[in-house]
């Protein structure tokens, strides 16, 4: 009889985005909620949301590559995300603009990204800069999803994200103190008493 063995190894390293600048276009926005930091001990909250781009250029089976960058939903001038779509936009935003901008509206807008290789050897973006070439068209279905929309009953979207993204949004001050069930239908189902066989 043969084995299969279980270890902690990986069988391939998850394949990135290689560094240099990329025409890529953002393909979902995703509202994470009111997230706890710690600094130095000090603990705060603040919003953040994560923003997922496709790059064409870079296929792997058969569809473009991701690449997302986590962001305090703010447009400060000193934030990253403020200073992103200053520079994704090609201008500084207006009083009038500052005061409220919807970021939603990102999802399906081109751009380049300048992708870096950091100190520790991890692949991030350093910035997003307006379209320079003729992106291809979007290959992956837009997604936005709002935290606040979650709250009001509408799980459809919430349910497209993956497991990982999903136990973040779960951790939100939002939903601290929700039940929420996300369950596969089978919650509380005789699933039956074997002993497990190992």
């Not at 025409?23 to 997230?35: P, Y």
């Not at 130095?40 to 792997?60: A, C």
């Amino acid at each position: 009889m043969s084995e299969l063995i279980a270890t902690t190894q990986q069988n391939g390293a998850y394949k990135e985005v290689t560094p240099g600048m990329h025409s890529a276009r953002c393909i979902r926005v995703i509202d994470l909620g009111t997230q706890k930091q710690e600094f130095n001990g000090e603990i705060s909250w603040k919003r953040q949301v994560l923003i997922i781009w496709e790059v064409p250029e870079e296929m792997h089976n058969e569809m473009p590559m991701t690449i997302s960058k986590f962001y305090t939903l703010s447009l400060h001038e000193k934030s990253n995300l403020g200073a992103d779509l200053t520079s994704w936009r090609g201008r500084a935003f207006t009083a009038l603009e500052k005061q409220g901008f919807d970021i939603s509206k990102l999802v399906g807008v081109p751009c380049t990204l300048n992708v870096i290789e950091n100190e520790r050897g991890k692949i991030k973006i350093n910035s997003v800069l307006p379209d320079s070439k003729n992106t291809p068209p979007q290959i992956h279905p837009s997604l936005f999803f709002s935290i606040d929309e979650f709250q009001q009953g509408n799980k459809e979207i919430f349910e497209e994200l993956s497991e990982g993204i999903c136990n973040i949004i779960l951790r939100s001050k939002e939903l601290e103190n929700n039940d929420i069930d996300i369950g596969d239908g089978n919650n509380g189902a005789d699933l039956g008493s074997d002993d497990v066989p190992f």
